[in-house]
């Protein structure tokens, strides 16, 4: 999205950076499980797991 504009032109998104790349910070667990699904790189879906571990509530054993 950012590629081949430049700061002028550029429409502000909440939810990229100025690089045109994806924040993952404001979605919830929901909308990371969905985006895992749909990734194909293995890069992204490395970011979504991730993500998704630092989120995903510890269940204690009883």
Do not use: Y
């Not at 032109?9 to 993952?24: F, H």
């Not at 970011?47 to 510890?58: G, H, I, N």
Request: proline content about 8%; overall charge positive; glycine content about 4%.
């Amino acid at each position: 999205m950012a590629a081949g504009q430049n700061q002028r032109n550029r429409k502000n998104d909440p939810m990229l950076t100025k690089t045109g790349k994806a924040r993952l910070g404001p979605l919830n667990v929901a909308q990371l499980t969905k985006l895992m699904e749909s990734a194909t790189k293995p890069k992204i879906k490395d970011k979504v797991r991730r993500e998704l571990s630092k989120r995903a509530p510890v269940v204690a054993p009883a």
